[in-house]
């Protein structure tokens, strides 16, 4: 069978497996991968040996990276420090800004914390700021949603965003320098301003339906809703901590460019600016100075939480290092190099592709982490091999999977389950900023790629 009619054929097989039937992401990846090699007649010998290649080579970039990152993550969510995060910018930022520093929680939370997990943790602060502040759930979630997932589908070293620097060989530190700059320009526009607006806009529904303006507006937020909790992690550790790996593997990227080679503080800090050794440091160094917060509550010991958290990111290994089974035998197929040759001819350039490829199958499938690992699968190196930087490639998939947030996707419902929206409502406080947020986006990464020559760090 010829590679591109294989391939829709596996597509709509991996759709229905994972829409239509629930099956688990990781097993239907892998009935993909094996898919593919049969009706492409590919060796069944060269067919498994793509798929423990492809596993392995997912692991051995970045299967440490998911297992010390989640565990850092967990021990920021676990020990409470995010909602005084959350709270502390509410303080600095007030009534004023709420949206503002919803927003920015959640952009910053996300970097190290999972998607959903961020969400429900801090899900009731916006049903206390709703309670106190008159303003309207639907502009909150707006604001605290778009942050949460920008991050998350941008930012490394988040799981989708690394497994996509992994494959096309980026630089991880640049990866989010730049990651940050497109997701940061994004969020502020469609999660903070967009929230403010969609907040107006309701209140003045409101007030041609009879409600008073007074009724509508509270000038200062009670302190005690806001007020620092002695019994959790304060708002400027939280932030320290959270900046601390991010930072290590930043500098690593930037004196491995300013600095000679044998220079002391470069060979430092390529040994501690090192992707796993950064995170790892990052894990022990939390679970040490969050020790009183996450023992005895969450564990025996502080080693004991350790290993009950491990047990949690077992799923997300799977579904990555599946990813990479389906990408490899994608790749050893040649159905990126089709695929691109095909769009040539409708003149569709190489990076929109990606974009719009990453979007619409992350409104299928409902997982932006599925949408990046077989994007870059399809169309990754082969972009990279036309001369196209991988920092930008990458991005550009990322950006792609910010957007159209549908019923198919479980973090659409989390605002209906946590904060009690209706469906319409949850498609304007999430579908509609996320979708125009992954458009300033992807805007964002083509203005990049005009300068890519003379920006640092691209190739």
């Given at each position: 069978?010829?590679?591109?009619?294989?391939?829709?054929?596996?597509?709509?097989?991996?759709?229905?497996?994972?829409?239509?039937?629930?099956?688990?992401?990781?097993?239907?990846?892998?009935?993909?991968?094996?898919?593919?090699?049969?009706?492409?007649?590919?060796?069944?010998?060269?067919?498994?040996?793509?798929?423990?290649?492809?596993?392995?080579?997912?692991?051995?970039?970045?299967?440490?990276?998911?297992?010390?990152?989640?565990?850092?993550?967990?021990?920021?969510?676990?020990?409470?420090?995010?909602?005084?995060?959350?709270?502390?910018?509410?303080?600095?930022?007030?009534?004023?800004y709420d949206m503002l520093a919803l927003n920015l929680t959640g952009f910053i939370i996300s970097i190290p914390v999972y998607f959903g997990a961020a969400y429900i943790t801090l899900s009731p602060l916006?049903?206390?700021?709703?309670?106190?502040?008159?303003?309207?759930?639907?502009?909150?979630?707006?604001?605290?949603?778009?942050?949460?997932?920008?991050?998350?589908?941008?930012?490394?070293?988040?799981?989708?965003?690394?497994?996509?620097?992994?494959?096309?060989?980026?630089?991880?530190?640049?990866?989010?320098?730049?990651?940050?700059?497109?997701?940061?320009?994004?969020?502020?526009?469609?999660?903070?301003?967009?929230?403010?607006?969609?907040?107006?806009?309701?209140n003045k529904k409101k007030i041609k339906e009879g409600a008073s303006k007074s009724d509508l507006e509270v000038e200062v937020l009670p302190k005690e809703v806001i007020a620092a909790d002695p019994t959790?992690?304060?708002?400027?550790?939280?932030?320290?901590?959270?900046?601390?790996?991010?930072?290590?593997?930043?500098?690593?990227?930037?004196?491995?460019?300013?600095?000679?080679?044998?220079?002391?503080?470069?060979?430092?800090?390529?040994?501690?600016?090192?992707?796993?050794?950064?995170?790892?440091?990052?894990?022990?160094?939390?679970?040490?100075?969050?020790?009183?917060?996450?023992?005895?509550?969450?564990?025996?010991?502080?080693?004991?939480?350790?290993?009950?958290?491990?047990?949690?990111?077992?799923?997300?290994?799977?579904?990555?290092?599946?990813?990479?089974?389906?990408?490899?035998?994608?790749?050893?197929?040649?159905?990126?190099?089709?695929?691109?040759?095909?769009?040539?001819?409708?003149?569709?350039?190489?990076?929109?592709?990606?974009?719009?490829?990453?979007?619409?199958?992350?409104?299928?499938?409902?997982?932006?982490?599925?949408?990046?690992?077989?994007t870059v699968a399809i169309v990754g190196q082969a972009a990279v091999s036309l001369g196209y930087s991988p920092i930008i490639v990458g991005l550009a998939i990322c950006a792609g999977t910010v957007g159209?947030?549908?019923?198919?996707?479980?973090?659409?419902?989390?605002?209906?389950?946590?904060?009690?929206?209706?469906?319409?409502?949850?498609?304007?406080?999430?579908?509609?900023?996320?979708?125009?947020?992954?458009?300033?986006?992807?805007?964002?990464?083509?203005?990049?790629?005009?300068?890519?020559?003379?920006?640092?760090?691209?190739?």
């Amino acid at each position: 069978m010829n590679i591109l009619p294989a391939f829709l054929i596996v597509m709509v097989v991996l759709f229905v497996g994972l829409i239509a039937l629930k099956i688990s992401p990781g097993v239907m990846l892998f009935i993909s991968a094996i898919l593919m090699g049969i009706l492409t007649k590919m060796p069944i010998g060269e067919t498994l040996t793509l798929t423990k290649t492809g596993f392995g080579n997912m692991m051995s970039s970045i299967g440490l990276l998911i297992i010390f990152g989640g565990i850092f993550g967990s021990m920021l969510g676990d020990s409470g420090g995010m909602e005084e995060l959350a709270k502390g910018f509410l303080r600095k930022f007030g009534t004023k800004y709420d949206m503002l520093a919803l927003n920015l929680t959640g952009f910053i939370i996300s970097i190290p914390v999972y998607f959903g997990a961020a969400y429900i943790t801090l899900s009731p602060l916006v049903t206390s700021l709703e309670n106190v502040t008159k303003k309207n759930t639907s502009a909150y979630v707006a604001s605290l949603f778009t942050g949460l997932l920008l991050t998350h589908c941008i930012v490394a070293p988040t799981p989708g965003p690394l497994a996509v620097g992994g494959q096309l060989g980026a630089n991880i530190g640049w990866l989010i320098v730049y990651g940050v700059i497109v997701a940061l320009i994004a969020s502020l526009l469609f999660g903070w301003k967009y929230a403010d607006v969609m907040d107006h806009r309701i209140n003045k529904k409101k007030i041609k339906e009879g409600a008073s303006k007074s009724d509508l507006e509270v000038e200062v937020l009670p302190k005690e809703v806001i007020a620092a909790d002695p019994t959790k992690p304060s708002a400027g550790l939280t932030i320290a901590l959270i900046a601390f790996p991010i930072l290590l593997i930043v500098f690593n990227s930037i004196f491995s460019l300013v600095l000679p080679e044998g220079n002391a503080v470069r060979r430092f800090f390529g040994f501690v600016g090192d992707n796993n050794v950064a995170l790892f440091i990052a894990m022990i160094v939390t679970g040490i100075v969050l020790r009183k917060y996450l023992v005895p509550k969450h564990g025996d010991s502080l080693w004991k939480y350790i290993d009950i958290v491990s047990d949690r990111v077992g799923n997300i290994l799977m579904v990555i290092g599946t990813g990479g089974s389906f990408a490899a035998v994608l790749q050893g197929s040649g159905v990126g190099d089709a695929l691109v040759e095909l769009m040539t001819g409708f003149n569709l350039p190489v990076l929109l592709l990606a974009f719009l490829l990453a979007m619409i199958i992350r409104a299928a499938v409902g997982s932006a982490t599925v949408a990046m690992l077989t994007t870059v699968a399809i169309v990754g190196q082969a972009a990279v091999s036309l001369g196209y930087s991988p920092i930008i490639v990458g991005l550009a998939i990322c950006a792609g999977t910010v957007g159209l947030t549908l019923p198919t996707d479980a973090a659409f419902w989390l605002p209906a389950r946590y904060n009690d929206l209706t469906v319409k409502e949850a498609v304007y406080a999430s579908t509609i900023p996320t979708t125009l947020a992954s458009l300033m986006a992807f805007v964002v990464v083509l203005i990049l790629n005009t300068f890519v020559h003379v920006l640092p760090g691209m190739f």
